[in-house]
């Protein structure tokens, strides 16, 4: 069943459409660094520069991906909606979910399928991500201490001390997307065409984002209640010391949110007429 499931999801060439635009974003942001990237460092350190003698690779490719990260992961959700959307919605639009539930397996089990393979898919978005963004930026600028700007500090990583951290925000990215996997195919179980489910999923996270972003005392009570807020806890691995208290509550956070969803998934996909 789940090689069937890939076999449906990367059969489609809208399914490519998506590591296109990955590609494509990281190239644009890589030659704007390479073209005037010093410019751009010297901008961000302007303040910095007149108390410190920064020397060395400032530039380098860790940097650049961690510009690139800010970036995509705050898109990769909208497309990852594009697939688990499509997940059962799809089958509905195209008469096919009947057929799919003659066979001799449970509903819960067709759920939990169509749900690993969302997230396969997910997963191999990260990985192209990181061989475009960490792989490309640190071939073309090499490696060196990372600089992470902050709102309120700076945080210098050694070079030898920043892999380990990309792979841990790369698996933490992985949990994310598994929660928006999981919100999408939740809302794919209530449609029987794919488009409400996108539109759906990419509204909601918009909109919970914004409400995350804002710092307003309205909104303080409930930011940490969202998944959006515990989306971007990835951030947390280029802090020094790491806060791995903070990290870790954003990552039991986005598991409770997966679970709730797929578990109200199987629940209503068990209890759906598929007669109607």
Not at 61 to 82: D, E, F, K, S
Not at 155 to 163: A, P, R, S, T
Not at 223 to 242: A, E, I, N, R
Not at 259 to 269: K, P, Q, R
Request: proline share 3%.
């Amino acid at each position: 069943m789940l090689r069937l499931e890939l076999f449906k999801i990367f059969k489609r060439p809208r399914t490519y459409i998506s590591f296109g635009i990955v590609a494509a974003i990281a190239l644009v942001i890589e030659l704007a660094m390479y073209a005037d990237g010093k410019n751009f460092i010297n901008f961000a350190l302007q303040g910095i520069n007149e108390q410190f003698d920064m020397r060395g690779n400032i530039l380098n490719g860790y940097l650049i991906t961690y510009i690139i990260l800010q970036t995509l992961l705050v898109q990769i959700p909208l497309l990852v909606a594009l697939v688990a959307g499509d997940a059962i919605a799809g089958e509905a639009s195209m008469g096919t979910l009947r057929l799919l539930l003659t066979k001799p397996q449970s509903r819960s089990k067709v759920i939990i399928v169509k749900f690993v393979a969302s997230l396969c898919y997910a997963l191999l978005l990260l990985l192209w991500l990181a061989i475009v963004a960490l792989g490309l930026s640190v071939l073309i600028f090499g490696a060196g201490d990372m600089i992470n700007l902050k709102s309120d500090a700076m945080v210098i990583i050694l070079k030898d001390d920043v892999l380990w951290r990309y792979v841990a925000a790369f698996a933490f990215a992985a949990l994310a997307m598994a929660t928006v996997a999981a919100l999408a195919l939740l809302l794919s179980c209530f449609a029987d065409n794919s488009i409400g489910p996108i539109v759906g999923t990419m509204g909601i996270i918009i909109v919970l984002m914004i409400f995350s972003t804002l710092d307003l005392p309205i909104f303080s009570v409930i930011k940490q209640y969202l998944f959006t807020t515990h989306m971007v806890g990835w951030k947390g691995f280029f802090d020094d010391p790491v806060p791995y208290k903070a990290v870790g509550t954003s990552a039991m956070v986005l598991l409770v949110y997966t679970f709730l969803f797929l578990g109200a998934s199987i629940v209503w996909f068990n209890k759906k007429d598929i007669q109607s």
